[in-house]
């Protein structure tokens, strides 16, 4: 049995959690996260300067929280962990500082996680999720990417994004239809009304040299731009835009893209089960429709919890856990923050020379 506290600012969500693990099975003991949605609203997306400074003034109290609501203080803990990268340096800072502290100060190992580590961990708050191997669709404000997992520690990347990641551009089209930040919620009710098939849209395609297509990764660029000529065809045609039916066909395209390529990709490599996380994997079409079509073609799919799925310290604190129980050596406390770090290469984070 071993438990964490765990620390994320790597984005506009600042969080704290105290995870635990017992025999493989992950409870989470306490996560709060204080979000500064509203405020970076209000600009149309993260500003980094604010949200460092948010971080700042509610880490300390979310730390407090789940110490109170736990009955524990650190030094009954067996780690202290926090997000190193990718994500916005001066975020990322806040928690790293923080965790490594806190580490120094109550002579706790300290474990630098990478952010997705954390959204691929996330998977195992499911009750009864299997281990790996399984092919795993993660997809986030930053990342599309579709990663063949053969065991715990060997992941291989088969699909991503060229340009957008998911949920850019629902972010972006969110902001075209006039819709707030973040924009896969706000997309996500409006289509509840709309109807998915009225326009139809683009599945962008990734060209290979030789010719060809390469079947498992996204291009979601042209969507938009389809998406800003639509519109702007619509104004001149009427008054009112048709958000609605907007709203359900690019959601319902997204859905579609990201469905038939995860499928593909796991018949071709015949991996059984599917694994989808990240802050679009919220979406309910989005679960709904992975669930639909991988059980008609003999797949079993886990989907991480709907609370787990956008960011979050629980997800950071299993991701740590699953270091510690595997025996991983523990991070230095000399190690810094990166905006961007391979997730291929996490394990450096682990190494006594930091690798930044
Ligand atoms: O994982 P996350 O919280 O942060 C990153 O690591 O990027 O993901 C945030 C992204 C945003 O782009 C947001 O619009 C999208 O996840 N998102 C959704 C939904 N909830 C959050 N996209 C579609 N439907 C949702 N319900
Ligand atoms: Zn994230």
Redesign the pocket.
Known sequence: MASVLALETS?DESAAAIVRERGGVFDVLASRIASQVEEHARWGGVVPEIASRRHVEALPTLISSVLDETGLTIGQLDAVAATVTPGLAGALMVASVTGRSLAALHQRPFLAVH?LEG?LASVRLVDGAPPPPYLVLLV???HTELIHAESSGAMTRLGRSHDDAA??A??KVARLLGLGY????A??KLAAGGDPCRFNLPKGRISKRGGGFHPYDFSFSGLKTAMLRLVEKLKTDSERLPLEDLAASFEQVVAEVLVERTLRCALDYSVSHIVLV???A??ARLRQLMQQQAQSNGLTVSIAPLEYC??NAAMIGVAALQKLSIGQRISSLEIGVSPRWPLERCNALYETAPPF
């Open positions: 984005c952010h959204h986030s404000g930053g949920g850019e629902f972010d973040p924009g896969g919620p997309i996500q990240g802050g679009v919220a979406n956008t960011d």
